[in-house]
């Protein structure tokens, strides 16, 4: 059943019960006095109600049922059995997830182009070499990025320890598969995805991975392979999925992959993350922080209870800053904001009270910290408003019938909006694989065509070409050198930047304006401004690098251009049009990109030059889909949805957490504050306790290792350019002496003709 379908049936009923009880819009909000809050609609939101009844409030609803003469509980029977199964598991009303299906015809047109070719076994289509693999390897390249395309979507669960995020996500599977303790225990990261979905390599109920396997990976045996720390029953996470203070132990686990029969993750996958982020153990902040890698929707859970306040607005800003909406008409549905432990003690007017006033009392706050940089980066052109942040609250209390079912209710809309949005991605990105394995193909007919020129003919071309290049080559090379040279002046530059930025943001004057204009109350601003403070200086350093990071990226690209044309012969095709969409103008055996990016592949993390490859590998050309590349593409998650610019976690290897450590430092201190004004005695306070920390050194080491790693990721990408080339340029020489049967070349070129004709069969 369809999210619409179950929209209209429920509308149909409010309506059949207002006018089952003679009443007006007008005058159900005239009785819409509900938990002795008085009247809690209007007419305007009466009609909203009875058109949109799945987006409207638990608060709103149960105004709307009383006026009308209908019990809560009557209408939330009806929406479970609507809803739900018997045993109260969560069901999507969303198509059946089609991605695979997708796929799978996708898989079965490579197959048949492979097969052509393969069968023909003929030597002068074995010899053919795109890049570093043969002609015939690339299909399987092409192959295992199409099966790493197929993964659901995830939804993250975020917040810190006794959140209730375990709690929840239980209750969502409706099963106790996760530890719900007081005591903050889990240690790694757990993604539960559905039984079926588990792959024949993997034969546990749980398997535990070490850092850098991520979702899409899970049928891929050799990355499977590489990243596999233990696999068996629920056990392995009692012993290695929890903190054991053993320091003798030594446990790498990162990521444990949990397989459940609950029907919501036929459609999505569920990624659960630690949540203490105050501990001496780094690595749990590390984690929570970088889950954000894994997740394409964001649940961020907050107790009823300090519903964002201290630490929880500085956690939530470094989570959700890093998660960018997939459209700027739709900022924050791939959002939710959870207000847990709504016990039956509380008013139902002082939770709906939280709800209502939270974003506007952080509002300032919330925009500097995350919407500012969404604005800045492209991806939305308005901050949300605090009504429309407000509609994405939702009170949870797992015995609270009505808060459960709308909590679900939310959990399963985001779900389907986010499975819609990755099948038309991976559709998209589907399509465009196969037009580069044509491209790939068409390349390989023209090197095909080539070969009919009698040997002296390409013989004088081959040295002719070569001269030019080594002509050229010499002044890029310089050129290069030159550019990673500069990145130590860059880092300077961003140092010295900051170091101003954090000077004035951190005096005592400055402290005590942005106090007096963000808090009125002293308590809330003595337990805030240490996170508000570390989340300022942590936005302000991720967008200096992102902006000083995609500068040097457009100079890298233009130098790989000019290294192009320096490089390959400028082979036109006859495409008609087949792959004009695609920005190819000119195939070659060689492409400087794709050689440049390979050198990159053994490297840790590579600082500027992760945006460099995540900004233009949608446009790189056929031949970023084979050799070193495709790993490298899919170890940043750049497949199957390409992403304009990747998390600026990955780009510098892990998450900066000066957000966090400066909360510890400060956040927590109960200052004794003296004098005429509050603010400017906390002001001075929090000035004086930032020096004393040292706080400017956590701000200054990212900077160091965003650049260093850049210096070390382009001599990487140089090196293996010009070794690249240097082979290029030779195999042309040894293929211009070999002497081609023109006969058994134009066998071969039908034969790859046909292989390309077999791509467009529909």
Same mark, same amino acid.
């Given at each position: 059943?369809?999210?619409?379908?179950?929209?209209?049936?429920? =509308?149909?009923?409010?309506?059949?019960?207002?006018?089952?009880?003679?009443?007006?819009?007008?005058?159900?909000?005239?009785?819409?006095?509900?938990?002795?809050?008085?009247?809690?609609?209007?007419?305007?939101?009466?009609?909203?109600?009875?058109?949109?009844?799945?987006?409207?409030?638990?608060?709103?609803?149960?105004?709307?049922?009383?006026?009308?003469?209908?019990?809560?509980?009557?209408?939330?029977?009806?929406?479970?059995?609507?809803?739900? =199964?018997?045993?109260?598991?969560?069901?999507?009303?969303?198509?059946?997830?089609?991605?695979?299906?997708?796929?799978?015809?996708?898989?079965? =047109?490579?197959?048949?182009?492979?097969?052509?070719?393969?069968?023909?076994?003929?030597?002068?289509?074995?010899?053919?070499?795109?890049?570093?693999?043969?002609?015939?390897?690339?299909?399987?390249?092409?192959?295992?990025?199409?099966?790493?395309?197929?993964?659901?979507?995830?939804?993250?669960?975020?917040?810190?320890?006794?959140?209730?995020?375990?709690?929840?996500?239980?209750?969502?599977?409706?099963?106790?598969?996760?530890?719900?303790?007081?005591?903050?225990?889990?240690?790694?990261?757990?993604?539960?995805?559905?039984?079926?979905?588990?792959?024949?390599?993997?034969?546990?109920?749980?398997?535990?991975?070490?850092?850098?396997?991520?979702?899409?990976?899970?049928?891929?045996?050799?990355?499977?392979?590489?990243?596999?720390?233990?696999?068996?029953?629920?056990?392995?996470?009692?012993?290695?999925?929890?903190?054991?203070?053993?320091?003798?132990?030594?446990?790498?686990?990162?990521?444990?992959?949990?397989?459940? +029969?609950?029907?919501?993750?036929?459609?999505?996958?569920?990624?659960?993350?630690?949540?203490?982020?105050?501990?001496?153990?780094?690595?749990?902040?590390?984690?929570?922080?970088?889950?954000?890698?894994?997740?394409?929707?964001?649940?961020?859970?907050?107790?009823?209870?300090?519903?964002?306040?201290?630490?929880?607005?500085?956690?939530?800003?470094n989570i959700i800053r890093q998660k960018p909406p997939v459209s700027s008409n739709e900022a924050i549905n791939h959002l939710l904001f959870v207000q847990s432990h709504c016990h039956s003690?509380?008013?139902?007017?002082?939770?709906?009270?939280?709800?209502?006033?939270?974003?506007?009392?952080?509002?300032?706050?919330?925009?500097?910290?995350?919407?500012?940089?969404?604005?800045?980066?492209?991806?939305?052109?308005?901050?949300?408003?605090?009504?429309?942040?407000?509609?994405?609250?939702?009170?949870?209390?797992? %015995?609270?019938?009505?808060?459960?079912?709308?909590?679900?209710?939310?959990?399963?809309?985001?779900? %389907?909006?986010?499975?819609?949005?990755?099948?038309?991605?991976?559709?998209?990105?589907?399509?465009?694989?196969?037009?580069?394995?044509?491209?790939?193909?068409?390349?390989?007919?023209?090197?095909?065509? +080539?070969?009919?020129?009698?040997?002296?003919?390409?013989?004088?071309?081959?040295?002719?070409?070569?001269?030019?290049?080594?002509?050229?080559?010499?002044?890029?090379?310089?050129?290069?050198?030159?550019?990673?040279?500069?990145?130590?002046? =860059?880092?300077?530059?961003?140092?010295?930047?900051?170091?101003?930025?954090?000077?004035?943001?951190?005096?005592?004057?400055?402290?005590?304006?942005?106090?007096?204009?963000?808090?009125?109350?002293?308590?809330?601003?003595?337990?805030?401004?240490?996170?508000?403070?570390?989340?300022?200086?942590?936005?302000?350093?991720?967008?200096?690098?992102?902006?000083?990071?995609?500068?040097?990226?457009?100079?890298?690209?233009?130098?790989?251009?000019?290294?192009?044309?320096?490089?390959?012969?400028?082979?036109?095709?006859?495409? +008609?049009?087949?792959?004009?969409?695609?920005?190819?103008?000119?195939?070659?055996?060689?492409?400087?990109?794709?050689?440049?990016?390979?050198?990159?592949?053994?490297?840790?993390?590579?600082?500027?030059?992760?945006?460099?490859?995540?900004?233009?590998?949608?446009?790189?050309?056929?031949?970023?889909?084979?050799?070193?590349?495709?790993g490298l593409l899919v170890r940043l998650g750049l497949v199957g949805e390409v992403a304009t610019v990747t998390s600026f976690v990955a780009a510098i290897g892990g998450p900066i957490t000066?957000?966090?450590?400066?909360?510890?430092?400060?956040?927590?201190?109960?200052?004794?504050?003296?004098?005429?004004?509050?603010?400017?005695?906390?002001?001075?306070?929090?000035?004086?306790?930032?020096?004393?920390?040292?706080?400017?050194?956590?701000? %200054?080491?990212?900077?160091?290792?965003?650049?260093?790693?850049?210096?070390?990721?382009?001599?990487?990408?140089?090196?293996?350019?010009?070794?690249?080339?240097?082979?290029?340029? %030779?195999?042309?020489?040894?293929?211009?002496?070999?002497?081609?049967?023109?006969?058994?070349?134009?066998?071969?070129?039908?034969?790859?003709?046909?292989?390309?004709?077999?791509?467009?069969?529909?």
């Open positions: 059943m369809k999210q619409e379908i179950l929209n209209e049936m429920l =509308k149909d009923f409010l309506i059949s019960k207002r006018e089952l009880a003679g009443l007006s819009q007008s005058d159900v909000a005239a009785r819409s006095e509900v938990f002795g809050m008085g009247k809690t609609l209007d007419q305007r939101a009466v009609s909203r109600i009875e058109q949109q009844p799945l987006s409207a409030d638990a608060i709103k609803i149960a105004g709307y049922l009383t006026a009308v003469g209908v019990s809560p509980q009557q209408y939330y029977e009806l929406l479970n059995e609507f809803t739900y =199964k018997t045993d109260g598991e969560i069901m999507i009303m969303s198509k059946e997830h089609k991605i695979p299906e997708q796929l799978s015809i996708a898989l079965d =047109k490579v197959s048949k182009a492979k097969e052509i070719v393969t069968m023909s076994k003929h030597e002068y289509i074995q010899s053919l070499k795109v890049n570093d693999t043969s002609l015939t390897d690339s299909f399987d390249k092409i192959e295992s990025l199409l099966k790493n395309m197929n993964r659901k979507p995830v939804i993250g669960f975020f917040g810190h320890f006794d959140a209730g995020k375990s709690t929840l996500i239980n209750t969502v599977i409706t099963e106790d598969v996760l530890p719900t303790k007081y005591q903050p225990a889990t240690c790694v990261v757990n993604l539960l995805m559905h039984i079926d979905d588990k792959p024949s390599l993997i034969s546990g109920a749980v398997a535990l991975f070490r850092k850098g396997f991520m979702p899409h990976m899970i049928y891929d045996k050799a990355l499977v392979d590489s990243h596999l720390i233990e696999e068996g029953d629920t056990t392995i996470l009692d012993r290695l999925g929890v903190h054991n203070h053993d320091n003798s132990i030594s446990n790498d686990a990162y990521i444990a992959i949990i397989f459940s +029969n609950a029907d919501i993750l036929r459609h999505v996958w569920l990624l659960d993350t630690p949540g203490d982020l105050n501990s001496a153990d780094d690595s749990d902040t590390e984690k929570a922080l970088g889950g954000v890698e894994l997740a394409d929707g964001i649940v961020f859970i907050s107790n009823h209870t300090g519903f964002f306040k201290d630490s929880d607005l500085g956690f939530a800003a003690e509380i008013r139902n007017e002082d939770i709906s009270f939280v709800g209502q006033t939270v974003f506007k009392r952080i509002k300032k706050q919330i925009d500097n910290l995350i919407f500012n940089s969404w604005i800045e980066d492209g991806y939305i052109d308005i901050a949300p408003s605090p009504a429309q942040l407000t509609e994405r609250v939702q009170p949870f209390w797992r %015995e609270n019938d009505v808060f459960r079912m709308h909590t679900l209710s939310k959990i399963q809309e985001m779900a %389907e909006y986010l499975v819609l949005h990755q099948e038309k991605r991976v559709e998209s990105s589907i399509q465009r694989t196969i037009e580069q394995l044509s491209a790939i193909l068409l390349g390989a007919i023209e090197t095909l065509q +080539n070969r009919k020129k009698n040997t002296l003919e390409r013989l004088r071309e081959v040295e002719n070409q070569d001269a030019r290049f080594r002509k050229e080559s010499e002044k890029l090379v310089k050129q290069f050198n030159q550019l990673i040279t500069s990145c130590r002046i =860059k880092k300077t530059t961003d140092v010295d930047a900051m170091r101003d930025f954090f000077k004035v943001k951190t005096s005592a004057d400055e402290l005590a304006q942005l106090i007096k204009e963000t808090y009125d109350n002293k308590k809330e601003a003595q337990s805030e401004i240490g996170n508000y403070i570390g989340q300022l200086l942590t936005a302000k350093l991720e967008s200096l690098l992102k902006t000083s990071g995609k500068t040097i990226s457009y100079e890298v690209d233009d130098l790989l251009n000019k290294w192009q044309q320096a490089a390959s012969f400028k082979q036109q095709l006859e495409t +008609n049009g087949d792959v004009e969409n695609l920005g190819f103008d000119v195939f070659s055996t060689f492409n400087s990109k794709a050689a440049f990016i390979g050198g990159l592949a053994g490297l840790g993390s590579f600082g500027a030059m992760s945006l460099y490859v995540s900004t233009i590998s949608s446009n790189l050309g056929a031949y970023i889909l084979v050799g070193r590349v495709a000066i957000g966090i450590t400066l909360a510890s430092a400060i956040g927590y201190v109960m200052y004794r504050l003296v004098g005429g004004s509050w603010q400017k005695s906390l002001a001075k306070k929090v000035a004086d306790t930032i020096r004393k920390e040292n706080v400017w050194n956590n701000v %200054e080491k990212p900077i160091a290792d965003f650049w260093d790693n850049t210096e070390k990721a382009m001599n990487a990408g140089l090196k293996e350019l010009i070794e690249q080339t240097d082979e290029y340029l %030779e195999s042309l020489k040894k293929d211009a002496t070999t002497e081609y049967d023109i006969s058994q070349l134009d066998n071969c070129i039908d034969t790859v003709n046909q292989s390309v004709g077999s791509l467009k069969v529909s």
